[in-house]
């Protein structure tokens, strides 16, 4: 059964950094593509950034280009995001989910997701 564990969330100044990483088990003869995905209180769950099964493949949300970097140890089964110059709008909760649309960025019907990390950026 496919699992998704994150972890590196925390509370950070504005203008600071955090690294989330997800640990992807449990699969069998194929690789997933990735998605990082947040959710702040009151608002709908949003796509960050996306990367496809073999890394070659990466997509990001305006709002966060030139500040996060998504990438993928296959050897390790692990997926990162990197958040530099981060902002306050950043807080929320930071889900990893595997099988996703990498081009779009989206979830499909077979998403699957993790539990959640909480990044919240004071300013």
């Known amino acids: 059964q496919l699992q998704l564990v994150e972890s590196g969330g925390g509370l950070v100044q504005s203008g600071g950094s955090l690294r989330l990483s997800c640990e992807v088990s449990?699969?069998?003869?194929?690789?997933?593509?990735i998605g990082w995905f947040r959710q702040a209180p009151g608002d709908v769950r949003e796509a960050v950034s996306c990367?496809?099964?073999?890394?070659?493949?990466?997509e990001y949300a305006d709002s966060v280009k030139g500040r996060f970097t998504i990438s993928r140890d296959n050897a390790k089964n692990m997926v990162y995001l990197q958040m530099n110059s981060l902002k306050p709008e950043d807080t929320g909760i930071y889900y990893c989910?595997?099988?996703?649309?990498?081009?779009?960025?989206?979830?499909?019907?077979?998403?699957?997701w993790g539990q959640g990390t909480q990044v919240t950026v004071s300013s």
């Open positions: 990367i496809s099964s073999s890394g070659g493949i990466t």
């Open positions: 449990g699969f069998i003869g194929r690789r997933y593509a």
């Open positions: 989910a595997a099988d996703i649309d990498v081009g779009a960025c989206t979830v499909v019907a077979g998403t699957r």
